[in-house]
């Protein structure tokens, strides 16, 4: 059974740092694209980035609203994602969701997600 | 930035009702859309990609189409377990973006 779990949320000042991560089993995690999805309280899904597999060289894309303040890594040998965040600010608030992408007929859509952990930035 | 705005916002609707939620998109996406539902507290789940092929699992009342700019998500019988919100999202270029959502409400 595929699963995705994320950790690492919580409290954090504004202008601080924080980890999370994610944590896959149950398919062949290095085959994969790796996806970071946030969604505020009360709005709606907004995509955060991508990694592609080794084949692909673990490149990145990143929405213009994180760039330069996130950072996605993977551990192929751990099945773990990563997102590093810095310089957080208040409208980083949100619930965080892992998922891994598939790839198929020229399409990549998100077919498993984790259940999110929640990182809120306040003073 | 490929922007894609859903309609309607809100739905209302019966158990039995034959619904639709559209999706366009600001410019040519060829069939590079996928449609999601997510209930309250929920991670969002996987219905259907490449516009119109259903997930493995996913009930057959559930039906997507379209392509280029303007797709359609429709259930032809909505059941009690169907009301929840649905978003479409784009993978045909980056950055990946996802529609505004559509809350399909028990009338």
């Given at each position: 059974?595929?699963?995705?779990?994320?950790?690492?949320?919580g409290?954090?000042?504004?202008?601080?740092?924080?980890?999370?991560?994610?944590?896959?089993?149950?398919?062949?995690?290095?085959?994969?694209?790796?996806?970071?999805?946030?969604?505020?309280?009360?709005?709606?899904?907004?995509?955060?980035?991508?990694?592609?597999?080794?084949?692909?060289s673990?490149?990145?894309?990143?929405?213009?609203?994180?760039?330069?303040?996130?950072?996605?890594?993977?551990?192929?040998?751990?099945?773990?994602?990563?997102?590093?965040?810095?310089?957080?600010?208040?409208?980083?608030?949100?619930?965080?969701?892992?998922?891994?992408?598939?790839?198929?007929?020229?399409v990549?859509?998100?077919?498993y997600?984790?259940q999110?952990?929640?990182?809120?930035?306040?003073? | 930035?490929?922007?894609?705005?859903?309609?309607?916002?809100f739905?209302?609707?019966?158990?039995?009702?034959?619904?639709a939620?559209?999706?366009r998109?600001?410019?040519?996406?060829?069939?590079?859309?996928?449609?999601?539902?997510?209930?309250?507290?929920?991670?969002?789940?996987?219905?259907?990609?490449?516009?119109?092929?259903?997930?493995?699992?996913?009930?057959?009342?559930?039906?997507?189409?379209?392509?280029?700019?303007?797709?359609?998500l429709?259930?032809s019988?909505?059941?009690?377990?169907?009301?929840?919100?649905?978003?479409?999202?784009q993978?045909?270029?980056?950055?990946?973006?996802?529609?505004?959502?559509?809350?399909?409400?028990?009338?």
């Amino acid at each position: 059974e595929v699963q995705v779990e994320e950790s690492g949320g919580g409290l954090v000042q504004p202008g601080g740092s924080l980890r999370l991560s994610c944590a896959a089993s149950g398919f062949t995690f290095s085959d994969h694209y790796m996806d970071w999805v946030r969604q505020a309280p009360g709005k709606g899904l907004e995509w955060v980035g991508r990694t592609r597999n080794k084949a692909n060289s673990y490149t990145t894309e990143y929405a213009a609203s994180v760039k330069d303040r996130f950072t996605i890594s993977r551990d192929d040998s751990k099945n773990s994602l990563y997102l590093q965040m810095t310089s957080l600010k208040t409208e980083d608030t949100a619930v965080y969701y892992c998922a891994r992408v598939y790839c198929t007929k020229g399409v990549c859509p998100l077919d498993y997600w984790g259940q999110g952990t929640l990182v809120t930035v306040s003073p | 930035d490929i922007q894609l705005t859903q309609s309607p916002s809100f739905l209302s609707a019966s158990v039995g009702d034959r619904v639709a939620i559209t999706c366009r998109a600001s410019q040519a996406i060829s069939s590079a859309l996928a449609w999601y539902q997510q209930k309250p507290g929920k991670a969002p789940k996987f219905l259907i990609y490449a516009a119109s092929t259903l997930q493995s699992g996913v009930p057959s009342r559930f039906s997507g189409s379209g392509s280029g700019t303007e797709f359609t998500l429709t259930i032809s019988s909505l059941q009690p377990e169907d009301f929840a919100t649905y978003y479409c999202q784009q993978s045909y270029s980056y950055p990946v973006t996802f529609g505004g959502g559509t809350k399909v409400e028990i009338e």
